[in-house]
């Protein structure tokens, strides 16, 4: 049979592949042999790590346009030669990129090595990790095919495309198809659900960047409020008040770990205000200083979310015990004062899609102003890459299931957006736990990092569910504490939460904590 494949691993094997509303254009097909890879749980996502040795695979490359469009988008498959275990798994993008760049491609050594048929999609804005090079047709005019290639129909394409080739190459469509993919990953999971309930059969979204048209507003309001205030803290303020609601807040779940499991608790009871005038050793400036109210309002900021100027939320924060230094406050205190250092994909977003021009002054906008900008981003793209469509009964027909988790310290995306999204598809689905589960990862940052793992069972987990209908009802991760020991927990699907069972003595291990109903 190995033999076979591998003669078979020649462009004639996938000459009769069509795809509706595209022209193929071309396609490769080589032998890939002796291929190795160490990959990290932390392009996996919901799959432990693995060392893949000496793979065989065919990697067809095809390259296809929707014409007029003047698209040319690549789609690259991986079909096992040995031992293919009879599935599909397809795997996101981050930030900008659709796929078909590094950390997709290690997502593919770990699929192959585990046996899958696997698949990644540029959506024709090659590898670049900013929108920059394919945002515009022309200076002011957004190229919105190239937006609605990422967004939605280089997924069902790409989806479509992969059975095809598998069919072509083993003599059978696969027998289960799942997405696995985080951030960008994971809104391409969404949209898929949402829209092309029949091409997964399972899928797997972490992070997943939903309701984009709001969250890229949110990612700037840290920037936006230090504009407003024209006042930028040094980090270590930032740091200190952090780590002070880390302390404050660590025992409310029962056990002291350096992970703050009540994140709303927290932010009810602890107030940043409090570290105001208190004097910190400053790592980055080598130098004592005192807590600025600066620092406390813009954490406030942070936690509270996106504010109108009439004081309303329009979206949730970032939770308290996140990192407000690794991305959504970054400020520069090189100089004598502080400037702030937004970060560069919201940037994009407002500068190059909403208001059209890279020229635009994001530094200046009043709050009036920028209110209108985040309102224009849903009137403009929220039909086409909102992503947030709580619809997902044609999804749930098809028999899919579906399973998200977040990390609760993502110092990206608000975790609570994705809880509204499960909310909404619960309102309006009551049977949502036939077909979805979330999973909220105290102590875990955006995709990855943090005291927390990645919850690396789920993925088998999903394919349990699919396949024979076992529903998972929690799914272990591990938690390394300050003094550096790591210990077994369960996370709960929400809204659920895990308790610590009272009066249980060990409660590094996973069975001393339970779910709450
Ligand atoms: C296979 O790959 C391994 C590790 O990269 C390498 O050491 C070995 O020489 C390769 N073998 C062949 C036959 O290419
Ligand atoms: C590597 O894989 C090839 C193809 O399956 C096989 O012939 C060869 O024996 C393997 N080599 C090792 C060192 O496992
Ligand atoms: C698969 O083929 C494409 C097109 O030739 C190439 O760019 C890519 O690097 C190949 N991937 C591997 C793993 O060989
Ligand atoms: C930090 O300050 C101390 C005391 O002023 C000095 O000895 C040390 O060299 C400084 N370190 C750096 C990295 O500037
Ligand atoms: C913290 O933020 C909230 C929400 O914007 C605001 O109502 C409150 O006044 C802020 N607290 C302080 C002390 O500024
Ligand atoms: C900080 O500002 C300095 C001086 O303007 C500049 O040279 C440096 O590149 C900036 N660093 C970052 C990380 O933006
Ligand atoms: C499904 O159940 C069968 C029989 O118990 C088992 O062998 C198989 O591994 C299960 N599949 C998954 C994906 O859990």
């Known amino acids: 049979m190995a033999t076979q494949l591998e003669a078979a691993c020649i462009p004639a094997t996938f000459s009769n592949l069509t795809l509706f509303g595209a022209e193929i254009l071309t396609l490769e097909a080589t032998l890939v042999t002796n291929h190795s890879a160490s990959v990290p749980s932390a392009v996996r996502f919901t799959q432990p790590s693995i060392e893949v040795q000496n793979a065989t695979f065919c990697n067809i490359t095809v390259s296809y346009t929707h014409p007029g469009q003047g698209d040319n988008i690549i789609v690259e498959t991986w079909l096992p030669v040995d031992a293919w275990n009879g599935r599909f798994q397809a795997v996101g993008g981050g930030g900008w990129v659709a796929g078909r760049y590094d950390p997709s491609y290690s997502a593919m050594s770990g699929a192959v090595g585990d046996g899958y048929a696997t698949i990644t999609t540029d959506a024709g804005l090659g590898g670049a990790e900013d929108a920059g090079p ?16 990422l967004a939605s129909v280089s997924l069902e394409d790409e989806a479509i495309l992969g059975k095809l080739l598998i069919k072509s190459y083993y003599g059978r469509g696969p027998d289960f198809s799942y997405w696995n993919g985080c951030s960008q990953g994971g809104r391409q999971g969404l949209m898929l659900a949402q829209r092309y309930p029949t091409a997964y059969d399972g899928i797997a979204a972490v992070a997943p960047g939903i309701q984009w048209t709001d969250f890229f507003p949110s990612m700037y309001w840290p920037q936006q409020f230090m504009n407003m205030l024209g006042e930028y803290p040094h980090a270590c303020e930032l740091e200190a008040i952090t780590n002070a609601a880390v302390s404050f807040c660590d ?28 004097t910190i050793q400053c790592s980055q400036e080598n130098r004592t200083l005192e807590v600025s109210s600066t620092a406390a309002a813009v954490v406030n900021a942070t936690w509270r979310g996106m504010r ?4 309303v939320q329009t979206w949730p924060g970032l939770n308290p015990g996140t990192d407000l230094t690794a991305a959504v406050a970054i400020t520069n205190c090189t100089t004598e004062t502080c400037v702030g250092v937004p970060l560069p994909i919201a940037v994009e977003w407002l500068s ?21 900008l985040a309102h224009q981003s849903g009137q403009k793209y929220r039909s086409i890459i909102g992503t947030d469509d709580p619809d997902l009964s044609a999804f749930r027909k098809a028999g899919g299931k579906l399973v998200t988790a977040h990390g609760l310290i993502d110092q990206l995306l608000p975790p609570k957006g994705t809880a509204m999204y499960y909310n ?24 990855a990092g943090g005291p927390s793992g990645e919850p690396t069972s789920l993925f088998n987990q999903l394919r349990a569910w699919v396949e024979n209908g076992t529903a998972l009802e929690q799914t272990p991760v591990k938690v390394q504490d ?33 779910c709450s109903s």
């Open 134 to 149: 394919w945002a515009l047709v022309s200076p002011g005019n957004v190229n919105l095919y190239n937006l609605q290639n």
């Open 424 to 447: 909404k598809v619960s309102a309006l689905s009551p049977d949502v736990r036939d077909f979805y589960r979330h999973f909220e990862v105290p102590g875990m940052g955006h995709c």
């Open 352 to 372: 190059l899609f909403v208001s059209r021009g890279p020229e635009v002054d994001l530094g200046g906008l009043t709050h009036a102003e920028f209110d209108r």
């Open 482 to 514: 300050t003094e550096g020991v790591v210990h077994d927990r369960i996370l709960c699907p929400y809204p659920q939460k895990t308790v610590l069972k009272r009066g249980c003595k060990s409660p590094g291990k996973g069975h001393c904590w339970s």
């Open 308 to 311: 109108n100027a009439q004081g």
């Open 251 to 278: 025992d409310l779940d029962g056990i002291v770990d350096g992970v703050i499991g009540e994140v709303d608790a927290c932010l009810d009871g602890f107030d940043p205000f409090e570290l105001v005038g208190s």
